[in-house]
């Protein structure tokens, strides 16, 4: 079974200042790995996405996230912190079931953005 | 275009009560995904439709669970005899057709609380 790892449950960085949520996975075989926001009180939004093409991934609102097979992992990064980056981040593995695929979520990762 | 709609956005009942939620994907999105988001459970799949069938109810907690698709469109999940601690929010996602490279575009959600 697929499942991912979000090794911080809250970060807090200057804005200004770079962007480190960290994600580890297993998988039986090469995953489709996922990061997702969600602001308060509102829906998921998809930031990127990693099919097993590029490695170094970019998305949206300048993040981007490295596919790095060797250490399972899927790190979500950003170089400068904006205030508007404040929200809960979840890195995703997409399980397979008889004819289609499920999302697996991470615990989640509270991203607080200071002044 | 329109994305994922979910109704209603709130919904209080009280215990033992049952409750109705409905989802509209995006048109034209044959895999539908119910998930359940709560405080205690992170976000949980909940049950997976391809069209009009769901090959995979695994995630549903009960039997008081219940959800059925028509049309390949609109969604219900039905939950009997409601629980305190099926409080949670309950999320809706659509794909296009369901692969492990899809990305799952998620509604709003509703947020039901039991008293």
């Known amino acids: 079974a697929q499942s991912v790892t979000q090794l911080d449950s809250h970060v807090s960085v200057s804005e200004g200042t770079p962007v480190l949520l960290r994600c580890n996975y297993s998988?039986?075989?090469?995953?489709?790995l996922f990061w997702y926001v969600q602001h308060p009180n509102k829906g998921l939004q998809l930031l990127l996405k990693y099919t097993s093409a590029a490695t170094l991934v970019k998305g949206i609102n300048g993040f981007e996230a490295e596919f790095k097979k060797s250490e399972t992992s899927f790190h979500l990064t950003k170089p400068s912190a904006h205030m508007s980056d404040a929200a809960e981040y979840f890195c995703v593995v997409s399980q397979m079931m008889d004819s289609s695929y499920k999302l697996i979520f991470g615990s989640g990762t509270r991203l607080l953005v200071r002044p | 275009g329109a994305g994922v709609s979910q109704s209603p956005s709130n919904k209080v009942t009280e215990k033992g009560k049952d409750v109705e939620l409905r989802c509209d994907p995006i048109s034209g999105h044959t895999a539908l995904y119910w998930y359940r988001q709560s405080l205690g459970q992170g976000l949980e799949f909940l049950i997976y439709f391809q069209g009009n069938s769901a090959p995979d109810k695994s995630g549903l907690p009960s039997d008081r669970f219940s959800a059925e698709r028509t049309g390949g469109s609109v969604s219900t999940l039905t939950i009997q005899r409601t629980q305190q601690e099926d409080s949670a929010v309950y999320l809706c996602a659509s794909s296009s057709q369901g692969f492990s490279t899809d990305t799952q575009y998620f509604g709003p959600g509703t947020r039901l609380t039991v008293l």
């Open positions: 998988s039986s075989y090469s995953p489709s």
